[in-house]
């Protein structure tokens, strides 16, 4: 199932104004998405997805005003409880998603007065978590999920009275240039106007001027000269006996992205690295390196760390490494 693109298109959709009619069969589809979604717990002990895209689905009916069963609710209270909801060490974009979906059915009003109690209790569980989860620089998991956080405090109403929602939203200001794609832009743009995604349920829909021109954007600026960029390949148990796979020095232009060093890595030895990529909303997305291929039914995926083991912020499009800088791509666990 596809439910995490779904979900985002139908609360695309839902602010956009559109009239009832070509909403209501995705939104029956989200419904059995969700459904399907769910039978891979009774095999993986998991959603087929991952409980990201299924908080997400949550969330999408809940602002299209669509009641949600009560079991389907319950199997995300279950996985906060447990603890159930992190990957890879961070668990805080889907911890908000979870979070926002759980105030949108409480405020919406679309459960019980039991299960609304619930909800909002785990709804500032939630919301404690990912304050005390914020770094001495101000960014709570990554510069990516941060936004996700904001829009919990804003939800929960809790952005006057914790003091990391200042910091993570002036951190937030100093890294907008991050935020480059459609699907990033629409995580921070209702937190910079300090509004949530629960917005979009009670917007006054109303005939708006067309005032909306093509912006030119200009090309990014050529840096003149080389750098070398040391790239590592790192491939732990289970899944090889032997931790590191590659180590070599990568000449690239100085203004090279991580893509282009990849590029530029399998072009000096294509016998010895090859990579594959795939496409999502927020940009290429690292899937296969050395013909070891990240799969979600295996929970696992590489991650991008600049040495010694600081994790990247941004994705392999984005990220821009410096002359001499280590970078290691990691078989890692979710």
């Not at 050529?222 to 750098?227: A, H, T």
């Not at 060093?261 to 690292?286: C, I, M, W, Y």
Request: charged share 20%.
């Amino acid at each position: 199932p596809h439910t995490g693109r779904l979900a985002l298109y139908l609360l695309g959709l839902r602010a956009t104004c559109p009239p009832a009619s070509p909403q209501r069969s995705l939104v029956t589809w989200l419904k059995y998405s969700l459904e399907e979604d769910w039978t891979g717990s009774r095999r993986l002990g998991h959603p087929l997805t991952n409980y990201y895209q299924y908080g997400l689905g949550v969330l999408a009916l809940c602002v299209h005003h669509k009641r949600v069963r009560e079991e389907v609710i319950r199997r995300l209270l279950t996985a906060q409880h447990h603890g159930r909801l992190g990957h890879g060490g961070n668990s805080v974009d889907t911890e908000a998603v979870v979070a926002l979906a759980f105030t949108c059915l409480e405020q919406r009003r679309l459960v019980g007065t039991r299960l609304a109690a619930e909800l909002k209790e785990a709804a500032h569980g939630a919301s404690r978590s990912m304050a005390e989860a914020q770094g001495p620089d101000g960014i709570i998991g990554n510069i990516y999920s941060t936004p996700w956080a904001l829009q919990v405090f804003l939800a929960t109403g809790t952005c006057q009275t914790e003091p990391a929602f200042a910091r993570a939203m002036a951190v937030l200001l100093e890294n907008l240039e991050a935020f480059g794609t459609a699907a990033t832009m629409a995580q921070v743009l209702p937190v910079l106007h300090g509004r949530s995604y629960l917005d979009i349920a009670s917007m006054h829909c109303r005939e708006e001027p067309d005032t909306l021109t093509p912006m030119d954007i200009e090309p990014p600026t050529e840096v003149p000269g080389n750098k070398t960029v040391q790239l590592v390949v790192e491939c732990p148990l289970p899944w090889c006996y032997e931790l590191r796979l590659y180590d070599r020095p990568v000449p690239v232009p100085a203004s090279a992205s991580l893509l282009d060093v990849l590029r530029a890595a399998a072009a000096l030895e294509p016998r010895d690295f090859k990579f594959h990529t795939q496409d999502t909303p927020q940009g290429p997305f690292l899937t296969q390196v050395l013909g070891l291929e990240a799969r979600q039914e295996k929970r696992n995926y590489w991650q991008l760390l600049t040495a010694p083991d600081t994790p990247l912020q941004m994705g392999i499009a984005d990220y821009r490494p410096q002359d001499g800088e280590t970078l290691i791509l990691r078989l890692s666990e979710w």
